[in-house]
């Protein structure tokens, strides 16, 4: 095993929470609620219990909500961990694996901690950033065991195209692969959200959690789907790494499973009026373009001026108190990731803050 620091994760939070800024654009989630809008009270947070092998009621809340079985399913400590989980359960050092490409970082570090061999699955502009069903099936080929996708896609946030997944998906059961899709922005689709990966078949793996779309990073309460016995694989692995989840954290995962629609409605309304924000300042600026996204809290624009997302950073951190997520730790340092979950008057304002600090790079 190899932990090389995850850049995007430092700058994250060094940037998010030790060094913050005034106007945050750089957060791909919808924020945060309060106790009271979710129902959640000090009396929830209790640590009785049983979770040995996922919570019980946490599991039925989530099998019901996404028509799987209860034994398809770990809860764990957000999606990241759930992806660590199924990617430690399924592969070997040395095994080949495959990924999208450009993609978020932490995905690309577990296959590079694991000491996977990776091959690169292009999601392309010119395809509207679906991923390249030719290259997924080279690389189950050439003995990829695993590939990981992001369903919305970060950064784009276009959702993954179902006949395209299918294809993916007979292909890795040909070969005997699996193929991971984060779906933590996924919910953001509202009553449109198709069956989850994992109903597709045991080729498929599922991980989502309450971070992005309902606000809930903090509580740190995800989960995986898949099939059983590659489930059963992921709780050994869990063994070595925390052993349970938190118990207070699954007691109050289950309130807020519990008012999950009531957290929804809350997310799309702020989509539903911020989106049009983004929109109408995209179409403003002459620097900026983009596949506009049907769906999510994120929207990934290039830069057609000569500005870069590593110049343009600092510029906009030091003078005008306001940051993006840069696309250089995407590897495109031609994009940037604009978030519209925050505050109204400070998306306004950030995305002002941000034509400014473009405007700088206009004739550089
Ligand atoms: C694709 C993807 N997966 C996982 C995460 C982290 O989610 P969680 O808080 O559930 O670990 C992020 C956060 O940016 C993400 O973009």
Redesign the pocket.
């Known amino acids: 095993m190899r932990f090389n620091t995850i850049k995007y994760m430092e700058w994250?939070k060094l940037n998010q929470h030790i060094h913050p800024v005034s106007f945050d654009l750089s957060n791909?989630?919808m924020a945060p609620p309060t106790p009271e809008e979710i129902g959640v009270t000090a009396e929830d947070a209790h640590w009785e219990g049983e979770n040995h092998y996922g919570h019980p009621v946490l599991k039925e809340l989530i099998a019901k909500r996404y028509g799987v079985k209860e034994e398809m399913i770990i809860p764990s400590?957000?999606?990241?961990?759930?992806?660590f989980l199924f990617a430690a359960a399924l592969l070997d050092t040395g095994d080949k694996a495959a990924i999208e490409v450009p993609y978020?970082e932490?995905?690309g570090k577990i296959l590079e901690a694991l000491e996977a061999k990776v091959i690169e699955v292009p999601r392309r502009r010119e395809e509207k950033f679906q991923p390249d069903v030719d290259a997924a099936t080279k690389a189950f080929e050439k003995g990829a065991k695993l590939l990981i996708l992001?369903d919305l896609y970060?950064p784009a946030a276009v959702h993954l195209d179902r006949a395209r997944l299918k294809a993916i998906g007979e292909s890795a059961a040909k070969h005997g692969a699996k193929v991971l899709v984060?779906e933590?922005?996924l919910d953001a689709m509202w009553d449109k959200r198709p069956p989850i990966a994992a109903t597709l078949g045991p080729q498929f793996l599922s991980?989502?959690?309450?971070?992005?779309v309902y606000g809930l990073?903090n509580l740190?309460?995800?989960w995986g789907i898949g099939p059983k016995d590659l489930v059963d694989r992921a709780y050994r692995v869990y063994d070595y790494l925390s052993v349970l989840n938190s118990m207070p954290t699954d007691n109050v995962a289950i309130r807020c499973h519990r008012n999950l629609d009531k957290l929804a409605a809350r997310s799309r309304k702020r989509r539903d009026e911020h989106f049009p924000i983004l929109k109408k300042w995209v179409a403003s600026r002459k620097d900026v373009e983009w596949i506009e996204p049907e769906w999510g809290f994120i929207a990934w624009l290039r830069l057609t001026s000569r500005a870069t997302s590593d110049r343009l950073e600092p510029v906009l951190r030091k003078k005008y108190d306001a940051q993006v997520a840069p696309g250089h730790y995407f590897g495109c340092p031609d994009h940037i990731r604009v978030g519209i979950g925050l505050a109204k008057e400070k998306l306004e304002e950030g995305l002002k803050r941000l034509g400014k600090a473009l405007d700088e790079f206009a004739g550089a």
Not at 77 to 83: F, I, K, P, T, V
Not at 207 to 212: A, E, G, P, Q, Y
Request: net charge positive; proline share 4%; hydrophobic share 30%.
């Open positions: 994250a791909s989630a400590g957000g999606s990241s961990l759930a992806n978020y932490p995905l992001t970060n984060d933590v922005y991980t989502n959690s309450l971070t992005k990073g740190r309460a995800g």
